[in-house]
């Protein structure tokens, strides 16, 4: 073998084993419960089975981990922006205030620019949120009457943004620029969370049912169906939900010419 050829296979074994790493480490997590009996949770995205973390001593409707693993969550209870320590559920940092009236439901890290996203309830909007404050910017309205937004997530490049509504069950794509929601498809019942897995690109929202205990389902990008992954055992009210890690496009799309 020549020498550039041992180096090609250096280099190609190097990056396997570092993508080989996010691969195997994207685990997903949620919040569960409401204030006084909320927690964060691990969750087997291909089981359901949910396992605590740690309590979360605020009412939380979104978290979102950015690509240097900062763990972001919406405090609903004082409306304001903190970072959690994933391994136990404790706030680690509060950033600030929101400045804003109204729930922030959905959170997402654009996986391109570690832009922070949000959804308000209230004034049924979309907005950014500065990561050093908390203070929100408007981009704009989703322009859809009586929607409750509960979940964002982008898709693997992060050149679309989609969002999930409580109420109605249907599945948006947002445009970033303006907030403007267009409808994808419906099904499914009362989904609350919604998060992309980093390495399939695979979508998942969790599914509030009054009397039973939370589903994990799959959703589908091209109508918004449903494919139930699995009960959430012990774990009736689950909302923010996000992966852990991010692959990096470069390094997936990696080839020894």
Not at 55 to 62: H, L, N
Not at 96 to 116: H, K, M, N, Q, Y
């Amino acid at each position: 073998m020549t020498r550039r050829g041992v180096l090609l296979g250096f280099a190609l074994f190097v990056v396997t084993t570092l993508v080989s790493s996010w691969v195997w480490g994207a685990t997903l997590y949620g919040v569960h419960g409401n204030a006084g009996s909320a927690g964060l949770i691990t969750i087997d995205s291909a089981t359901g089975a949910a396992t605590v973390v740690g309590p979360v001593t605020f009412k939380s409707d979104g978290i979102a981990f950015a690509p240097d693993g900062t763990l972001y969550a919406a405090d609903n209870t004082t409306l304001q922006l903190v970072i959690l320590d994933p391994t136990t559920g404790a706030v680690a940092n509060v950033v600030g205030p929101f400045g804003l009236a109204g729930s922030i439901e959905g959170l997402v890290v654009r996986p391109t620019d570690s832009v922070l996203f949000g959804s308000n309830v209230v004034t049924e909007s979309l907005y950014t949120i500065d990561t050093s404050t908390g203070a929100l910017t408007l981009v704009g309205p989703f322009n859809k009457p009586m929607s409750t937004l509960t979940g964002l997530a982008f898709n693997l490049d992060g050149s679309v943004l989609y969002a999930i509504d409580y109420n109605d069950g249907c599945l948006f794509t947002i445009n970033q620029s303006t907030g403007e929601a267009t409808t994808v498809g419906c099904g499914g019942q009362g989904p609350l969370g919604m998060a992309r897995d980093p390495v399939t690109g695979t979508f998942y929202v969790a599914e509030y049912d009054p009397f039973a205990d939370a589903v994990l389902s799959i959703v589908s990008l091209a109508d918004g169906s449903r494919t139930t992954v699995g009960n959430m055992t012990g774990f009736p009210l689950v909302e923010g939900l996000s992966f852990d890690s991010e692959v990096p496009v470069d390094l997936v799309h990696f080839s020894v010419e």
